[in-house]
Structure formats: structure tokens, C-alpha cells
Nanobody, 123 residues
Framework: QVQLVESGGGLVQPGGSLRLSCAAS????????RAWFRQAPGKEREFVAI???????YTADSVRGRFTIFRNNTANTVVLQMNSLKPDDTAVYYC?????????????????WGQGTQVTVSS
């Protein structure tokens, strides 16, 4: 079992920055790839970024160059640094964990989810 807890959401003006963190616990959390998804009202859950066990990283086209995924000093926490935020980035952001997800971009491929954190970009 893996438990995930997100933090760091909030309200920010367009062009601003936020940092989201996802802390994992459980005996086997290090065996999982870690990803971020987001879901806006009335839309499907959308892939944002992934960092795999070997530190390979990939971000979605819609956020590339603005969002960065990395681990902090402790291996159990993954960070999503979000810069140059736009109103279209407004959503609930979820972190997820999966073992070798067959489809990186599909929420169905991930076994564990955090509770979500709201990000609102508005002036």
C-alpha cells in the first residue's frame, strides 16, 4: 500500500508560480513511478507530468517549459513547480503512483491517488 498526500495549492494571479508537493508513505513507495494529473470542472482527468523510478521525466505539451517535476531531498516527495501560470491551468491537481503504468497518459494506469489540491489562476 502507498499513501499520497498533496500540498501547496492555492490562488495565484496569471503569470505567477506555485509549488505542489506529494509525499508518499508505505513500505514500497520507492517501487512506483510518480505522476501529476489535473481535472478541471466538466473535464476528464488530464496527464501533466511523470517522474519514473530511474528519474526519467516527461511533461505534457500544454505545460512543457512552464512546469517542472522533480524529487526533493527525500526520495518520498515529488514536487511540481509551476511557473507562468495561466487561467487554463485552473484545476484540482492530483498526484498518482503506479508500477510501470502501461499507458503513462491514462489515469486508469495508476493504482494510488492523493486527495487532490485546488489550483486557481485568476486576477
Amino acid at each position: 500500500q502507498v499513501q499520497l498526500v498533496e500540498s501547496g495549492g492555492g490562488l495565484v494571479q496569471p503569470g505567477g508560480s506555485l509549488r505542489l508537493s506529494c509525499a508518499a508513505s508505505g513500505r514500497t513507495f520507492y517501487m512506483y513511478d510518480r505522476a501529476w494529473f489535473r481535472q478541471a470542472p466538466g473535464k476528464e482527468r488530464e496527464f501533466v507530468a511523470i517522474i519514473k523510478r530511474d528519474d526519467y521525466r516527461y511533461t505534457a505539451d500544454s505545460v512543457r517549459g512552464r512546469f517542472t517535476i522533480f524529487r526533493n531531498n527525500t526520495a518520498n516527495t515529488v514536487v511540481l513547480q509551476m511557473n507562468s501560470l495561466k487561467p487554463d491551468d485552473t484545476a484540482v491537481y492530483y498526484c498518482a503512483a503506479g508500477r510501470d503504468p502501461p499507458n503513462t497518459f491514462s489515469a486508469r494506469s495508476y493504482n494510488y491517488w492523493g486527495q487532490g489540491t485546488q489550483v486557481t489562476v485568476s486576477s
